[in-house]
């Protein structure tokens, strides 16, 4: 049996324990083999040298985000805890904190973390359009939603708009239960859950209740001119050819636009075609518009969202010529 000590000199040991010890509690329960022990900003690990090398490493990796953000809620510590799979690490510990494209009211740091995910931050960067194309579970939404929270923080723009079709309803919410906000909000929630990881609560209710941020059906961007902001299409297979080209004319001055959409998940009526793919072949080649491509090498979602997205692909190859996809 061998010992080793890890000091926590540079961290809060208050924030680091949690209240009452129940980070503590969770960190003793993730290494039942070890005998661990807490004085002053010490920490004792004492059992076998391979079990304390890896708890070691865990809790140096939970040290180095502390001096990094200051606090870290207990679900982020247990995620850090159990991430044996690199990439859940890596959401957390970013080895070029320029790379961060939002700090989190919980203490988690956004970034792309993929290839085509950093394809899109330098996209944005260059030119006002861009088109992020790719299956469900690539980041594009959320790292669209990022890019345009960076941008309300460093006051690039004054605001922040997101938009997708309600293709569910038609775009005519009216049958629907409860007020305005309570017929659309389950169109957009996608949206607001990606807002939630990344700006405060109280914070949020305020851009919201003076429109800095406002999430919209597209059909209310009709007869609009947004100027000084950051506009997202999201889900715009599901928009035809008229909506996306009004959404796309509704762009003012001083604004960026990512349009989001997945080719192979179109929910429209029948005799309704999607305009995604129209506008993406005829802006092509104009200069400001950018496009990129995701793929399942961009999944981050869980591992086997890879593997169902592979196998549908395959399954459409094998079909004979003219079926009728979705």
């Known amino acids: 049996m061998t010992e080793t000590i890890i000091n926590l000199d540079t961290v809060n040991p208050i924030e680091f324990f949690g209240v009452n010890n129940s980070k503590f509690d ?35 990796l939970i040290i180095q985000y502390m001096e990094r953000n200051g606090h870290l ?30 700090f989190g009211p919980n203490g988690k740091t956004v970034r792309a973390r993929t290839a085509n995910q950093k394809r899109m931050v330098t996209a944005i960067d260059k030119n006002d359009i861009v088109f ?41 919410l009216g049958f629907l239960p409860g007020d305005l906000k309570e017929k659309i909000d389950p169109y957009l929630r996608p949206l607001y859950d990606a807002l939630d990881d990344m700006i405060p609560a109280d914070k949020l209710g305020y851009y919201m209740s003076t429109r800095t941020i406002e999430i919209a059906p597209l059909a209310y961007m009709r007869g609009r001119t947004l100027d000084n902001a950051f506009i997202i299409l999201d889900e715009s297979q599901n928009a035809n050819d008229l909506q996306i080209k009004m959404f796309l004319t509704r762009i003012g001055a001083n604004a960026k636009a990512i349009i989001t959409g997945d080719p192979t998940q179109v929910d429209l009526p ?57």
Do not use: C, M, W
């Not at 993730?30 to 090398?53: D, V």
């Open 132 to 172: 992020a194309i790719g299956p469900a579970g690539t980041g594009k939404t959320y790292t669209a939603v990022a890019l345009a929270v960076r941008a309300l923080k460093n006051k690039i723009v004054k605001k922040i708009i997101l938009t997708r079709p309600a293709v569910e309803a038609g775009e005519n």
């Open 26 to 60: 969770i960190l003793k329960k993730k290494f039942p083999l070890l005998k661990i022990l807490s004085r002053g900003t010490q920490i004792k690990l004492s059992g076998a040298p391979e079990q304390i090398e890896f708890a070691k490493e865990k809790i140096e």
């Open 73 to 102: 809620s207990e679900n982020y510590f247990e995620q850090i805890l159990g991430g044996d799979d690199a990439e859940v690490i890596d959401n957390f510990i970013d080895k070029n904190p320029n790379e961060v494209l939002v």
């Open 270 to 326: 029948r005799n309704q075609k999607s305009g995604l793919e129209k506008a993406v072949r005829i802006l092509n080649n104009i200069e400001g518009i950018s496009h990129i491509e995701l793929d399942e090498e961009d999944v981050v979602r869980h591992k086997l969202v890879k593997a169902i997205i592979k196998a549908y692909e395959k399954e459409k190859e094998n079909e004979p010529e003219g079926s009728y996809h979705r």
